[in-house]
T-cell receptor, first 115, second 113 residues
Framework: AQSVSQHNHHVILSEAASLELGCNYS??????LFWYVQYPGQHLQLLLK??????LVKGIKGFEAEFIKSKFSFNLRKPSVQWSDTAEYFC?????????????FGSGTRLLVRP | DTEVTQTPKHLVMGMTNKKSLKCEQH?????MYWYKQKAKKPPELMFV???????INESVPSRFSPECPNSSLLNLHLHALQPEDSALYLC????????????FGQGTRLTVV
């Protein structure tokens, strides 16, 4: 069965620090991977996604992620975080069941950026 | 319009009440989803509708009853809930087939007393 794991549950950084959040997935076939962000009191928003092609994916707000197939990883990065990046970040994988598809989320990483 | 609208935003209900959560989207998406999110936890899938038909039920108790009356609307009927059902209920929609992007509503925060 497909699954996603995020090992960093809480991350605290100062503004301008670099960010890397880990995401590992388990699936032997074609994978579609996502990073979603949930700002306090707001709905889940898509940051970026990987389907095929260039393994380095750029998303909104300066975020990027690298798909490394050999490591089953899809880590999220940002060179310099801002206070406004304080949020919860979820990695997700597109899973198939019969003829339907669903998103399976990792446990999430809560990021706190200190001014 | 890339919005998924959920009503109500907050709901408090007793264990003997019957209530409904509503979700609406006008993006032409034919796949719609209900997720449940407990505090500090990831969203957990409950139901998937594809072309207005229930395609995935993740072994959800029968006190939760989904309904998709048309391609824009998704309801979740609640009856005889337990306090442990208190959570944020999220609706989402996407194109059918491989999910290229799912759009989420802001959720209904449900408290069962």
């Amino acid at each position: 069965a497909q699954s996603v794991s995020q090992h960093n549950h809480h991350v605290i950084l100062s503004e301008a620090a670099s960010l890397e959040l880990g995401c590992n997935y388990s699936y032997g076939g074609t994978v579609n991977l996502f990073w979603y962000v949930q700002y306090p009191g707001q709905h889940l928003q898509l940051l970026l996604k990987y389907f095929s092609g260039d393994p380095l994916v750029k998303g909104i707000k300066g975020f990027e992620a690298e798909f490394i197939k050999s490591k089953f990883s899809f880590n999220l990065r940002k060179p310099s975080v801002q206070w406004s990046d304080t949020a919860e970040y979820f990695c997700a994988v597109n899973a198939r069941r019969d003829s339907s598809y669903k998103l399976i989320f990792g446990s999430g990483t809560r990021l706190l950026v200190r001014p | 319009d890339t919005e998924v609208t959920q009503t109500p935003k907050h709901l408090v209900m007793g264990m003997t009440n019957k209530k409904s959560l509503k979700c609406e989207q006008h993006m032409g998406h034919r796949a719609m989803y209900w997720y449940k999110q407990k505090a500090k936890k990831p969203p957990e899938l409950m139901f998937v509708y594809s072309y207005e038909k229930l395609s995935i039920n993740e072994s959800v108790p029968s006190r939760f009853s989904p309904e998709c009356p048309n391609s824009s609307l998704l309801n979740l009927h609640l009856h005889a809930l337990q306090p442990e059902d208190s959570a944020l209920y999220l609706c989402a929609s996407s194109q059918t087939g491989v999910i290229t992007e799912a759009f989420f509503g802001q959720g209904t925060r449900l408290t069962v007393v």
